[in-house]
């Protein structure tokens, strides 16, 4: 169950990267160019991961503590970063 989580949350980085690439776009603020960046990490991360993956994958230990850490700072990060995109947004008016 886990895993399925996990690549759920993998599909909603990609998204929310190219989101968050589309806002640095219009704003040219760097804080949106460094959410994208860092939701498009974990994709890249675990691309790596299974293409590396010598046979010992089964336990994947770095899922039990790397993705609650992962959460936490991406959700903040977001929530924060597109808080500063709206008030930006407010002051361009």
Not at 50 to 57: F, I, K, R, V, W
Not at 69 to 75: I, M, R, T, Y
Request: hydrophobic share 55%.
């Amino acid at each position: 169950m886990l895993i399925l989580v996990y690549y759920l949350f993998l599909l909603i980085c990609a998204a929310m990267g190219v989101f968050f690439f589309a806002l640095y776009i219009h704003s040219k603020q760097g804080l949106q160019a460094l959410s994208a960046v860092m939701l498009l990490l974990p994709i890249a991360y675990e691309t790596w991961v299974l293409e590396n993956c010598t046979g010992e994958c089964n336990i994947r230990v770095d899922l039990i503590v790397l993705f609650p850490v992962e959460l936490l700072l991406l959700s903040t990060l977001s929530l924060y970063s597109l808080r500063r995109y709206k008030k930006y947004s407010a002051h361009k008016r």
